[in-house]
């Protein structure tokens, strides 16, 4: 193994703060205070061996699997570790989507796989061409990985697309592992996981991003009962048990993440038309919209990139977005508009101050 860094996970630790942060990509973090949970019903230490079973059970009831294929981690990222730690061998290819959010390649080549990469275009929306993808798989292709909705595009994938990608991954005897920890923005039947037992799919997700309790650090893989089952022999090596206080909490509170998640609804839909109404009437940005979620990732149209974008934001304007390089496009930015409708606007007032200035050209 070689751990690289990972230059994005860096970068979000260490970037100066300012004053209007749209690097983020949840929506607020959710106050323990708001939370209806009483501290006196909570323990340190109780029974969570392989999961606390309420938390499986909560977990295996609202996307419809049994507790058998649900393994519990600690938030996506241990998610990510687990399954290549599960299924990566020593030059085993994996098909990793390009853009990326870094730690879906950088781990699969910490295990030492082959990666190869397969094209989501700005001018395709962002889909998967699966002439090209299935050009890719050879006889040691082991996993492919994707996001769904996409990070950093916020692109979702048309089920048929889906079935057809996992189709052709079969026939060649890969494992598609899908992050879906973006998915639950949407609605109805396009919220659905796409995970099922039948097929050789691998889901991720977490109460990070659509909840805004990262910090809980409640995660999940769904996986056939025979990797589910090694991911937990894997936990031995790694942590043997999850945080108790943290699963407890995360039990407790499953049946009101609903609630939660429509306490954002409003702000967000109001914060992407702003976004959307801006692109629109600003020719130095375009963008491919996204189906929903908290990230969008504009393309810079004339005079400078979107890293060029990012810096000057930061040095002028107190402001900051994600420069497109740690997606591999310095020509674009992730803008994360999870925040307060007044902070995204006053964001979006600085970009505007940037791209007018003209200082750049
Ligand atoms: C696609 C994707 N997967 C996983 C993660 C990590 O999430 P968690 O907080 O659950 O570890 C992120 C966070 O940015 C993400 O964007």
Redesign the pocket.
């Known amino acids: 193994m070689r751990f690289e860094t990972i230059g994005f996970i860096e970068w979000?630790k260490t970037r100066a703060r300012t004053k209007i942060d749209l690097t983020r990509?949840?929506v607020r973090n959710f106050s323990l205070k708001n939370l209806n949970v009483k501290r006196e019903e909570l323990e340190i230490f109780g029974p969570n061996d392989y999961g606390y079973p309420p938390l499986l059970e909560a977990v295996a009831s609202r996307y419809k699997v049994k507790e058998e294929n649900v393994v519990t981690a600690?938030?996506?990222?241990?998610?990510?570790f687990l399954v290549c730690a599960a299924l990566i061998e020593r030059g085993d290819e994996v098909l990793i989507e390009t853009p990326v959010?870094e730690?879906?390649l950088a781990v699969p080549r910490a295990f030492d796989a082959v990666t190869k990469r397969f094209e989501r275009r700005y001018d395709n929306g962002y889909q998967i061409d699966l002439e090209k993808f299935a050009s890719l798989l050879s006889p040691k292709t082991k996993l492919i990985v994707l996001?769904n909705l996409h990070?950093p595009t916020g692109a979702l994938l048309s089920r048929r697309d889906l079935r057809d990608l996992v189709g052709i991954a079969h026939k060649s005897g890969a494992q598609v592992l899908i992050?879906e920890?973006?998915l639950e923005f949407l609605e109805g039947a396009e919220s659905e996981t796409s995970f099922s037992t039948e097929e050789n799919i691998i889901v991720?997700?977490?109460?990070?991003?659509v909840f805004g309790l990262?910090g809980l650090?409640?995660?999940w893989i769904l996986a056939s009962s025979a990797l589910a089952k090694r991911l937990r022999s894997i936990i031995d090596y790694i942590n043997v048990d999850g945080v108790f206080i943290g699963e407890q909490i995360s039990a407790k509170i499953f049946d009101q993440i609903d609630s939660i998640k429509d306490e954002s609804k409003e702000t967000l839909e109001k914060n992407m038309s702003m976004i959307a109404n801006l692109i629109r009437k600003e020719e130095k940005l375009s963008w491919v919209e996204p189906a929903g979620g908290v990230v969008c990732f504009p393309r810079v149209e004339a005079g400078l990139s979107g890293d060029e974008l990012a810096s000057l934001l930061l040095e002028r304007y107190d402001t900051s977005v994600v420069p497109g390089s740690f997606f591999e496009k310095p020509q674009h930015f992730r803008m994360g508009f999870g925040v307060r409708p007044d902070t995204l606007a006053r964001g979006l007032e600085n970009i505007k101050k940037v791209l007018g200035s003209g200082l750049h050209f």
């Open positions: 979000m990509s949840s600690v938030g996506s990222s241990h998610a990510i959010y730690p879906l996001t990070n992050d920890i973006y991720i997700s977490s109460l990070t991003k990262g650090r409640c995660g």
